[in-house]
């Protein structure tokens, strides 16, 4: 296959995630060249962050990331592949990926210290007074029950929340966050001139002055319209003031925000004509990387949250998922379902029953067999998005045969390992039918950290009934931002939108290739009984956590 690129072309892709920040180098022939990471907790003690957080002690769901540690992150992953001889003049284009719906509040007058940043001294030693709060919400955030409900019945309720921006108002949404800032720190909210998400406030950074917000990524916020791809008037009245003007203007994924500042050309020699095209949100990144193209694919990422996402034409909103404008093909969305308890709990119980060792949890793993003998756990170290329960663990004994099931306390070690792998998929497996993902999928498409475990992939391809394939490495988020440079340098050279496909066909490097078949004996349908076991037993906890805090409510 011929590659529109001149020969020693290089694409850089990002990924500002919840742990790290990742790099991914693709050659003109879009094969990875290279890759770096800073590990937040490992590279960047002094920020005392545990898994990239801080989690509010008083257990009140607030959980944020300081701003200048993504900041520090960036010369510091510069640094490393300068350290590696690395020529930053072959760079044509660079693009990224954040964590979604995290959010970033610039103060006033900060755009003008983004625009004259002196080469000589760090990015952290001049912004570090660059903002109203240097405390981002993130993600993981739940403290936000209240804000949700006050917009969705602002705007006549959940369902037409949802049929507005693509999703019913969630606690980690930017929207509910920036209200909740606007009701509780009037005086950051007063103070902020532009408030980015983690992608384009990466973005930003490039380019030297505020980039727009992605269209994909702004989708995860509850304030755009998702059919339309404008900022909606009656959702952002029913956030906060004067909102429109902090936002910004909205861009597709494939724009360029701008060419690279000249802070990076003289620090780093890149080239003055390189080109920053709209950083995006890391799922709508992974759907790149994966080269999720087929209605009938359905993608797992495994990585600190867990998500679940496909392609379709014709989305349908609900109470449940959400719905992004597809970021490599502006005909169709991207529907997804997110998980808070994904890699963190994994580790977790690892740590608990595994000697926190991966070899001894995969053993446990390939030793024990499918349906773990009736073993049913619900483990979440976190307050959980789907379903919505507060921290806490559940064990249930399954009769197999007849269905009754009863509670109990602990399994053996092996049991607590399945339990908790196989109780994520099943999991998985019942909401992605419910909100209309493809089940069986034709195949699955597996990345994020866990992804590289093939003990979890063979339980993935019993429970989905299908084969498992994966890409080159295991970071599709920082893989499918370097191809979207790729793919927005030439967007910009044709002058006209061009199919990434053309770019990512079959037989290039980068087509996921088979990690685990289906296998010759499916367990599909075993499966199926469990399932609806356990979706009785999730709708018991979730009356249950709602009857307990309505009471709690009432107290007050
Ligand atoms: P992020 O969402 O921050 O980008 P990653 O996709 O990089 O996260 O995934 C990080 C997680 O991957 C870690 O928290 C770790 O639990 C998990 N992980 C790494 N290696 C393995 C493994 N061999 N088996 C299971 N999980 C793993
Ligand atoms: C998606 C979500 C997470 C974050 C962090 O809605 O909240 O997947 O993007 O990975």
């Known amino acids: 296959m011929a590659f529109p690129f001149p020969d020693d072309a290089l694409f850089l892709g990002f990924d500002s995630s919840t742990q790290s920040l990742k790099v991914t180098v693709l050659d003109s022939r879009l094969v990875i060249v290279t890759s770096e990471i800073i590990r937040f907790d490992i590279d960047l003690p002094h920020y005392k962050t545990k898994d990239g957080v801080y989690r509010d002690p008083s257990g009140n769901g607030r959980i944020v990331s300081p701003t200048l540690m993504w900041i520090e992150a960036l010369d510091l992953l510069l640094d490393k592949l300068k350290a590696k001889n690395f020529d930053f003049s072959r760079v044509l284009a660079i693009s990224g990926s954040g964590q979604q719906h995290g959010s970033v509040y610039w103060k006033k007058g900060s755009s003008a210290i983004l625009s004259s940043l002196n080469p000589q001294h760090t990015l952290l030693s001049q ?20 804000q949700c409900r006050e917009i ?16 019913r108002a969630y606690e980690r949404f930017t929207g509910p966050q920036i209200r909740k800032m ?24 490039m380019i030297g002055g505020y980039a727009a917000i992605d269209e994909t990524d702004a989708a995860g916020m509850n304030l755009m319209d998702y059919k339309e791809r404008i900022w909606s008037k009656i959702a952002l009245q029913a956030t906060a ?44 990144n992974s759907l790149a990387g994966l080269s999720l193209d087929s209605p009938g694919d359905l993608a797992i990422s495994l ?28 005909a169709c969305y991207m529907v997804m379902l997110c998980y808070k308890n994904g890699s963190l709990t994994r580790e977790d119980i690892r740590n608990q029953f595994a000697g926190a060792s991966w070899d001894v949890f995969n053993e446990y793993l390939d030793n024990t067999s ?15 998005i789907l379903p919505p329960v507060p921290a806490g663990y559940h064990r249930f004994l399954v009769d197999v045969d007849s269905g009754d099931e009863r509670p109990v306390e602990h399994f053996d070690a092996p049991g607590e390992v399945r339990a908790v792998v196989e109780g994520q998929l099943l999991s998985m497996r019942a909401h992605a039918e419910r909100f209309g993902l493809p089940v069986p999928p034709r195949r699955v498409v597996a990345t994020g950290g866990a992804s590289a475990n093939d003990s979890i992939l063979r339980i993935v391809a019993a429970v989905f009934g299908c084969d498992v394939y994966t890409v080159q490495r295991p970071d599709s988020a920082s893989l499918g931002a370097a191809l979207r ?32 078949p289906a ?24 009356n249950k956590s709602s009857l307990e805090s309505s009471k709690g409510r009432e107290r007050m």
């Open 303 to 330: 990585g600190t949250s867990d998500t679940i996402f496909g392609i379709t034409n014709q989305p349908e909103p609900s109470l449940e998922g959400n719905i992004f404008p597809n970021p490599i093909d502006p």
């Open 370 to 384: 499918p349906l773990n003998d009736g073993k049913l756990g619900f483990y979440y170290n976190e307050r959980e």
């Open 519 to 542: 296998g010759g004996e499916c367990k599909f349908s075993a499966y199926t009984q469990l399932i609806k076991k356990r979706m009785e037993i999730e709708v018991q906890l979730v």
């Open 241 to 284: 003031p004067d909102l429109e003007e902090k936002l910004g203007k909205l861009a597709p994924a494939h724009a360029v925000a701008g060419q690279i500042s000249p802070y990076f050309v003289e620090r780093f020699k890149f080239k003055r004509s390189c080109q920053v095209i709209q950083w995006s949100g890391d799922n709508p």
């Open 182 to 205: 606007f009701e509780s720190r009037i005086n950051v909210y007063k103070e902020t001139e532009r408030i980015s998400l983690v992608s384009s406030f990466m973005g930003s950074l």
């Open 485 to 516: 440079a790729a793919h927005g340098w030439l967007c910009n050279k044709e002058d006209t939108f061009v199919p990434i496909a053309k770019l990512c066909a079959e037989g290039s490097t980068l087509a996921p290739k088979l990690a685990m």
């Open 152 to 167: 969705e019945k602002a705007v006549g309720g959940p369902m037409v929340l949802s049929k507005l921006t693509g999703s």
């Open 127 to 146: 912004l570090s007074d660059a903002f109203s709060t240097k405390e981002s919400p993130i993600w993981m955030d739940s403290s936000t029950t209240k």
